[in-house]
């Protein structure tokens, strides 16, 4: 089992900065990949930023140039460092790791509870 936590959300203006930050804890040594997503009111949660299972980062087109994901491994924590944010932003981010099961069980998905992000204008 992991557990996640996020932390670092809250309210900024437009052009602002947060970073965010998820510590995993539990059975951490088998995770293949890391990400966060978010989700705004009456919106599907979509993909943010994510650590692939080979290691490269994927990156939402909206976030590209503004948003940068990194880890710290033997913290067993993941970041989301937000620049330039802009009130389309505002959402619930989540942490979302990924953790084969080695068996016909295929991946258990865990995800935290999330961390509000409010952009103003």
């Known amino acids: 089992q992991v557990q996640l936590v996020e932390s670092g959300g809250g309210l900024v203006q437009a052009g602002g900065s947060l970073r965010l930050s998820c510590a995993a804890s539990g059975d951490t040594i088998c995770i293949s990949a890391m990400g966060w997503y978010r989700q705004a009111p009456g919106k599907e949660r979509e993909l943010v930023a994510a650590?692939?299972?080979?290691?490269?980062?994927n990156y939402a087109n909206s976030v590209k140039g503004r948003f940068t994901i990194s880890r710290d491994n033997a913290k067993n924590s993941l970041y989301l460092q937000m620049n330039g944010l802009k009130p389309e932003d505002t959402a619930v981010y989540y942490c979302?790791?990924?953790?084969?099961?080695?068996?016909?069980?295929?991946?258990?998905?865990?995800w935290g509870q999330g961390t509000q992000v409010t952009v103003s204008s």
């Open positions: 979302r790791v990924v953790v084969p099961t080695f068996s016909i069980l295929g991946d258990n998905i865990y």
């Open positions: 650590f692939t299972s080979d290691g490269g980062t």
